[in-house]
Structures are given as structure tokens and as C-alpha cells.
T-cell receptor, first 110, second 114 residues
Framework: SQQGEEDPQALSIQEGENATMNCSYK?????LQWYRQNSGRGLVHLIL?????REKHSGRLRVTLDTSKKSSSLLITASRAADTASYFC??????????FGQGTRLTINP | DVKVTQSSRYLVKRTGEKVFLECVQD?????MFWYRQDPGLGLRLIYF???????EKGDIPEGYSVSREKKERFSLILESASTNQTSMYLC?????????????FGPGTRLLVL
């Protein structure tokens, strides 16, 4: 059962630009998490935002959460070539069972 | 640093074979998970475990079983491999502490069933 859906499915930008990815979900959540996956590797946790939070920052990452719209966005500022990866949102409805979206493939062009 | 290791990066098996995928974590995490990842479908939860000898079905348990005899090790078993089980398999672990919901992933095992 897919809960989170990312948009766009693919995004290609120039190095230095900002990248924004969106995630929508269907039911109430405890928290929403963003993960990154480099090609052919495991996922790496980026940031977690709880249902009572609206915005969170971590370095060049900014995550927002709008529970009324059941949506979240991940902004990566001043992108670098090393940011090229797939990004997944995952919703936690409780008991730490995460439901992942299909991901956004981000390409940073030098 | 949390480390989650998986026994193989790449595996090629024949239809009907019994396949074991092993996952070990070194952070004394209570929770362990097995996912499969397929293009266009994202990650789907196969099985998970909240404690030794405990297991719970995820969203797609058919054709799989699991074993958790020790806290650090969670095994995924394909009883009789089929071609539709060709996929990337990802193991993850997490702590049961309320403030520690992050899942830590292994590097993945890419399984090809011929």
C-alpha cells in the first residue's frame, strides 16, 4: 500500500540551483522522513519531521510539512553534483512501520 | 556509526532454489525490516521484527519467510525462488526508543533468479 507519492518523478537542474521535491500522503501520520539513495546502494536517512512540526532545517536541507494538505516538500539549496541521487519520502503511521513513495530521481548537471 | 551489513551484494539463483539473505546490525536495535525495491514501485515491506523470535508480515510476505534467532541478525528466506522475486532486497534496523525512529539501511542485495 503506497502512502507517499513523490513529485516530480525525475528532476534535472544545474549545479548551484535549488531543488524542490514534493510528497503527498493519504492518511494521518506520526512523522514523515526523507531518505536519499545513491545508485545501487542502500538508503540514507536525511531528516525527520513530526506531525506537530511545520518546518525543519538541516544544513542545506529544508523540509516542510502541511498536515492539512497531507503534503511535504524537501528543498535542497545550492545543489552540488554529489546531491545526484534518488530521494524518497516515508510516512510513519506508528509502530515504526514506514511506507515509502516511489522516489524522485534528482540529477545535478555540472 | 550504525552499521547494517548484508551477506551478499549480488546473487544469482535458479528457479526453485532455497535462498537465504542475511542481515546483521551492530547497534543493538530491537527492530529489523526487510524490503524489496523494484523500479516504479519504490520500497515495499516484506517482513519485520520487533524482537528476537518475533516476526510480523509486511505488505508483500507471500513467498518469503524470516528468522530472527539473535537480536543482531534477521534472515530473509525465499523457500522456492521464482523469477518474479528478482529484485533489490534491502534490510534496515531501528531502535524502539520513541525519539529514534530513523531506519538504518544495509547496502542491499541484488538478486537475480533465472
Amino acid at each position: 500500500s503506497q502512502q507517499g507519492e513523490e513529485d516530480p518523478q525525475a528532476l534535472s537542474i544545474q549545479e548551484g540551483e535549488n531543488a524542490t521535491m514534493n510528497c503527498s500522503y493519504k492518511t494521518s501520520i506520526n512523522n514523515l522522513q526523507w531518505y536519499r539513495q545513491n545508485s545501487g546502494r542502500g538508503l540514507v536517512h536525511l531528516i525527520l519531521i513530526r506531525s506537530n512540526e511545520r518546518e525543519k532545517h538541516s544544513g542545506r536541507l529544508r523540509v516542510t510539512l502541511d498536515t492539512s494538505k497531507k503534503s511535504s516538500s524537501l528543498l535542497i539549496t545550492a545543489s552540488r553534483a554529489a546531491d545526484t541521487a534518488s530521494y524518497f519520502c516515508a510516512t510513519d503511521k506508528g509502530a515504526q512501520k514506514l511506507v515509502f513513495g516511489q522516489g524522485t530521481r534528482l540529477t545535478i548537471n555540472p | 556509526d550504525v552499521k547494517v551489513t548484508q551477506s551478499s551484494r549480488y546473487l544469482v539463483k535458479r528457479t526453485g532454489e532455497k535462498v537465504f539473505l542475511e542481515c546483521v546490525q551492530d547497534m543493538d536495535h530491537e527492530n529489523m525490516f526487510w524490503y524489496r525495491q523494484d523500479p516504479g514501485l519504490g520500497l515495499r515491506l516484506i517482513y519485520f521484527s520487533y524482537d528476537v523470535k518475533m516476526k510480523e508480515k509486511g505488505d508483500i510476505p507471500e513467498g518469503y519467510s524470516v528468522s530472527r534467532e539473535k537480536k543482531e541478525r534477521f534472515s530473509l528466506i525465499l523457500e522456492s525462488a521464482s523469477t518474479n522475486q528478482t529484485s533489490m532486497y534491502l534490510c534496515a534496523s531501528s531502535s524502539s526508543t520513541e525519539a529514534q525512529e530513523t531506519q538504518y539501511f544495509g547496502p542491499g542485495t541484488r538478486l537475480l533468479v533465472l
